[in-house]
């Protein structure tokens, strides 16, 4: 008997728009609470196009740098057993979002503290048609002047690679440090840096 030749993988979208969002997927920090930041940006494609069906998921650490281990924060509808949203209470550090006409995504979470050697930074996952595998990345933080030079990851690439990772704050907003842009460009000039995980 031969073993098989592997047969490729079918992409990842856009079929799954129908049923993984969910209300309030991108309101992920407890209502009023003092450490909320608002963390955005557009998904794009190899000739800087908008991506109007992705999907984003994102986890991060609360304030203090320690991932949530609460359950979930989900309410149902006790009749239909749909989703309601978050009950507005709970930080579970995990949130999903899908872009919009223009690939515009947005979420609204804790900002995340320093765990270890690690700058502060998100995770991030894109699903999106013509994907045959989803994507990994992380969104950091800007620090002080210098402060991200000591994150492992950030050390190990050419600067203009590991600008791709660094938010933007946003100052013009009304309240500054509190707005981040971080856009995801799938391929071209200026590819955001992607990770493999074994």
Request: with cysteine; net charge negative.
């Amino acid at each position: 008997m031969s073993p098989l030749d592997p047969t490729p993988s079918h992409t990842v979208g856009p079929f799954y728009g129908y049923a993984l969002p969910f209300p309030g997927g991108g309101e992920i920090a407890p209502f009023g609470h003092p450490d909320t930041i608002t963390v955005h940006g557009y998904v794009l494609d190899g000739e800087g196009g908008p991506v109007p069906d992705a999907l984003i998921e994102v986890w991060g650490p609360g304030p203090d740098g320690e991932l949530p281990r609460k359950g979930g924060s989900m309410r149902r509808d006790p009749v239909t057993g749909g989703f309601l949203g978050r009950n507005g209470v709970d930080f579970t550090g995990f949130g999903r979002v899908p872009t919009d006409a223009d690939g515009h995504w947005t979420v609204r979470t804790l900002r995340p503290g320093r765990r270890g050697a690690n700058a502060p930074y998100l995770s991030l996952c894109v699903f999106a048609r013509g994907l045959t595998h989803h994507l990994f990345t992380r969104a950091y933080l800007p620090e002080p002047a210098g402060a991200g030079a000591t994150d492992p990851l950030l050390a190990s690439l050419p600067p203009a690679r590991a600008a791709t990772l660094v938010a933007r704050p946003e100052p013009h907003r009304p309240e500054p440090h509190r707005t981040y842009r971080f856009d995801i460009r799938l391929q071209g000039e200026d590819e955001t840096v992607f990770l493999e995980f074994a």
